[in-house]
């Protein structure tokens, strides 16, 4: 096994949050890899939405599974094996106990919307709104999806509405510079 590094999730912090000075915080995600059969970098998109959730202190929901490549641009990008992902999340969701809630689904990126064609008993359910299939273009429209809440846009001067995932993730980030500040004039490393 050959061990693979992504910087996805620091790239898109980096370029999201480190426009006025650079973040005092760094992210990579490490994992190994197999280069056959199944492998890739089809779960990043949902690596960066576990970061970005856990800065903002927003919990993810539990009942949508996530499948996605992500450019360090926040663009959703295609992934393989679309199909069997979301066959098998919507076979764990009908096991599970209480079966299908009508809540459950799957995101996927909008590329792989196109070409996707699924088993008639998980088409059905998707048409009757007993399981749902969501496409996303953008890791926003994901955090729209999971977190229950905008990503947010910055105004003229770089500043997200503090109520936003991206406006809680900056107050975050800028916590962790006044900690820091406070250790460098305390000495402290």
């Known amino acids: 096994m050959a061990q693979s590094s992504r910087r996805a999730p620091w790239g898109f912090l980096a370029g999201r949050f480190g426009q006025t000075h650079p973040p005092s ?12 059969g199944v492998e890739g970098d089809s779960a990043s998109l949902a ?3 576990a970061v970005l959730s856990d800065l903002a202190q927003l919990p ?3 009942d949508v599974a996530i499948t996605g490549s992500v450019s360090q641009a926040g663009r959703a990008q295609a992934i393989g ?17 209480g079966g299908l809630t009508g809540t459950q689904g799957v995101i996927v990126p909008e590329a792989n919307r196109v070409n996707l064609v699924l088993r008639d008993d998980v088409a059905t359910a998707v ?11 953008t890791v926003e429209d994901a955090l729209a999806l999971l977190l229950g809440r905008a990503a947010g846009s910055a105004d003229a001067e ?5 109520d936003s995932v991206f406006g809680l993730v900056a107050a975050r980030l800028a916590a962790f510079d006044r ?3 406070k250790r460098r004039i305390a000495g402290s490393p």
């Open 25 to 36: 915080f760094s992210c990579s995600i490490t994992f190994e890899q197999t280069y056959g």
């Open 47 to 49: 690596e960066l939405i």
């Open 60 to 62: 993810i929901r539990q």
């Open 81 to 97: 094996g679309a199909r069997w992902k979301i066959e098998g999340f919507f076979r764990v969701c009908e096991a599970a106990a």
């Open 127 to 137: 048409a009757d709104g007993r399981f749902h299939l969501w496409s996303v273009s």
């Open 158 to 162: 770089g500043r997200y509405p503090i």
């Open 179 to 181: 900690i820091l500040a």
